[in-house]
Every structure is written in C-alpha cells, then in structure tokens.
C-alpha cells in the first residue's frame, strides 16, 4: 500500500477537482455537437437532409413558427419553447409540411419509417426583446431509420 503524507493527498484532489470544476464550466459553453445522424452545421431555412444520404427521402427545415426560450442572460421559471415548421418530401415530389416544439410535445414524428427529433435550435437569445433574424437559426435534427 502506498501512502501518501496528508497534505500531498489533498493537493492532489484539489488539482483533480479543479480540473473536472474547468471541464464542466468550459463544456457548458460549447456549442451544440450535433447528433450523431444530423448535419454538422444545422440546417439553415431551406437545407434539406436525407438519412444516410438516400436520395428517397428529404426533410428540410422551413421556418421557425415561434421562439419563446428563455434569454440565455436572464433566470427563468420555465425554459421556453420553439415551434418549427420542417417538411418532408419523397423524390421529386412536392414538400409537405410539419410541425415540430423543441420542450414541449411533438418533439418528433414517424414519416414512413423514419423517426425525425427535432433536436436543438440555435441561436438562443442572450437578452430578452432582442429578435433573432430568421437567416441566423439553424435547427439541429436527428434521422433514425427503423428496421
């Protein structure tokens, strides 16, 4: 057994604990990765993606509906929603729309064996009454196909 004298031991937790302290603080301000079968970036209004890259099926993301997260400066009692209106297509054929809330149900549908997440919605509003210009968001989905 190796022994350490008293104060060694408590400069090595505090070291540790210091260190997992600055990789949860600067963590915290990362900005979102994206889901593991989502587009890197987001899609901005107009991108479209397909799972795996089929070619079959598109989803694309329209316009946000409504935004009332909450400004990240600021403390509130609830966190806020987002309504997104996305769309489906199949082919070359025409988009139909859907709507999906990111904190509040539907967060995702099924389209012909396709699970579509809404994910995220970035940006968020850093001070309240500050609107955030349509061309800057970009929402973040997840594709899953089912077997």
């Not at 598109?58 to 600021?74: H, K």
């Not at 919605?121 to 009454?129: A, F």
Request: aromatic letters at 8%.
């Amino acid at each position: 057994m190796i022994s350490f004298p008293v104060p060694a031991l408590c400069r090595l937790h505090a070291r540790r604990a210091a260190t997992a302290a600055a990789v949860v603080l600067f963590g915290a301000c990362a900005s979102p990765a994206a889901p593991p079968d989502s587009p890197a970036g987001g899609l901005a209004a107009g991108d479209e993606v397909s799972p795996a890259g089929n070619g079959v099926f598109f989803v694309s993301f329209l316009e946000v509906l409504s935004d009332s997260r909450c400004p990240t400066r600021v403390k509130c009692v609830w966190e806020g929603d987002a309504t997104v209106r996305f769309g489906y297509r199949f082919g070359r054929g025409a988009t139909v729309p859907f709507v999906l809330q990111l904190n509040t149900a539907p967060r995702d549908t099924l389209i012909d064996r396709v699970r579509v997440v809404f994910d995220s919605l970035t940006p968020t509003l850093e001070v309240p009454g500050a609107p955030i210009p349509a061309a800057r968001y970009r929402a973040w989905v997840s594709l899953k196909p089912l077997p």
